[in-house]
């Protein structure tokens, strides 16, 4: 059980290295705009700015859901996956912690969905905040 929390660990922290990369990208265009345009006064002007940063924080977390799929799909000892639509659907249900559980993991891989699944609320919560801050400067600017 230890090699697979070692293993779920290790993917943690690769999901966090790929949200910060992200972030870091979506924050400095975010702040490009700002600093190039000035106040942000049209509400559509502000919606799409939101939406923007919002769609490419979303693309984060799928980008994360395609890593975990990988895993559950190319781990030679993981065998409940076969083929990548349903690896992709497991992992985005995980991530997200909907849980249907019509797909599971079996025997000492279920450790992996738990971790996954504590993954995916970290993220989903640091994008959450990220995007509350933005809000907040977007709409702080009047």
């Given at each position: 059980?230890?090699?697979?929390?070692?293993?779920?660990l290790?993917?943690?922290?690769?999901?966090?290295?790929?949200?910060?990369?992200?972030?870091?990208?979506?924050?400095?265009?975010?702040?490009?705009?700002?600093?190039?345009?000035?106040?942000?006064?049209?509400?559509?002007a502000?919606?799409l700015?939101?939406s923007?940063?919002?769609?490419?924080?979303?693309?984060?977390?799928?980008?994360?859901?395609?890593?975990w799929?990988?895993?559950?799909?190319?781990?030679?000892?993981?065998?409940?996956?076969?083929?990548?639509?349903?690896?992709?659907?497991?992992?985005?249900?995980?991530?997200?912690?909907?849980?249907?559980?019509?797909?599971?993991?079996?025997?000492?891989?279920?450790?992996?969905?738990?971790?996954?699944?504590?993954?995916?609320?970290?993220?989903f919560?640091?994008?959450?905040?990220?995007?509350?801050?933005?809000?907040?400067?977007?709409?702080?600017?009047?």
């Open positions: 059980m230890l090699s697979e929390i070692a293993l779920g290790s993917m943690v922290v690769l999901i966090t290295i790929v949200h910060a990369a992200f972030m870091v990208a979506g924050v400095h265009a975010a702040e490009w705009r700002l600093a190039h345009f000035g106040r942000v006064e049209k509400p559509l502000r919606a700015l939101i923007a940063l919002t769609a490419w924080m979303f693309m984060a977390i799928v980008a994360e859901a395609w890593l799929a990988l895993l559950y799909l190319l781990h030679p000892l993981i065998t409940s996956l076969q083929d990548m639509d349903t690896a992709l659907y497991f992992s985005m249900v995980t991530f997200s912690t909907l849980g249907y559980g019509d797909v599971v993991l079996t025997g000492r891989w279920r450790i992996l969905a738990s971790i996954q699944a504590a993954n995916g609320v970290i993220i919560g640091w994008t959450t905040a990220l995007l509350f801050f933005f809000i907040q400067r977007i709409y702080g600017r009047q």
